[in-house]
């Protein structure tokens, strides 16, 4: 399976949105994007899903978040950003095969 | 409500053998498969591999093939994760997690911290 390439860290103020890329190494990653999930990790913390097949939100989880796709790159935005968003995001594709380097959010 | 339970941390030395747990509860264990994910320190998440506790069907990451051994117990519902001679780059956290229609972990356990050293 491919890679799958994050931005190691993203930053945003309390209320502002921020976008998570999720890059295939190549244009056969494309089709696969369709069921591409997120997890939030905190430190010490199990990994929670957030986001699965590319748009759709588990049970409990906030409509601040929100999943998209376009070309070979999925996409995480997190919007009006609260202090308790700060953690680190790992998108997941090829059926949980493969995780992204994982994203390191920063709320300022 | 669905539940993964995993054992406790351990500590090991170098050539040691160890067999850590996943729990499950909740839900139809054998119905699903359970992937397992390593997460050395500082570092992301790797998918190890992942085992189906219904016919056992078991599917390795290339990076662990060889290294570790996972199996399910016969009248439990536990999965295990097994290493026969552990060694210091084993150190890491493992977490248990549900793989839902083949696409997706959406349950976890809090994990397993494993430390080899001398």
């Known amino acids: 399976q491919s890679a799958l390439t994050q931005p190691a860290s993203v930053s945003g103020s309390p209320g502002q949105s921020i976008t998570i890329s999720c890059t295939g190494a190549?244009?056969?990653?494309?089709?696969?994007?369709?069921?591409v999930s997120w997890y939030q990790h905190h430190p010490g913390k199990a990994p929670k899903l957030i986001i699965y097949e590319r748009t759709k939100r588990p049970s409990g989880i906030s409509n601040r978040f929100s999943g998209s796709k376009s070309g070979n790159t999925a996409s995480l935005t997190i919007s009006g950003l609260q202090a308790e968003d700060e953690a680190d995001y790992y998108c997941s594709s090829y059926g949980g095969r493969v995780f992204g380097e994982g994203t390191k959010v920063t709320v300022l | 409500e669905v539940q993964l339970v995993q054992s406790g941390a351990d500590v090991k030395k170098p050539g040691e053998s160890l067999k850590i747990s996943c729990k499950g509860s909740?839900?139809?264990?054998?119905?699903?498969?359970i992937g397992w994910v390593r997460q050395m320190p500082g570092k992301g998440l790797e998918w190890m591999g992942s085992i189906h506790p219904g016919d056992a069907d078991t599917r390795y990451s290339p990076s662990f093939q060889g290294q570790v051994t996972m199996s399910v117990g016969k009248s439990s519902d536990t999965a295990y994760l097994q290493w026969t001679s552990l060694k210091a780059s084993d150190t890491a956290m493992y977490y248990c997690?549900?793989?839902?229609?083949?696409?997706?972990?959406?349950?976890w356990g809090q994990g397993t911290l494993v430390t080899v050293s001398s």
């Open positions: 190549s244009s056969s990653d494309v089709g696969t994007f369709d069921l």
């Open positions: 909740g839900y139809s264990f054998s119905s699903y498969y």
């Open positions: 997690a549900r793989l839902v229609s083949g696409y997706y972990f959406d349950s």
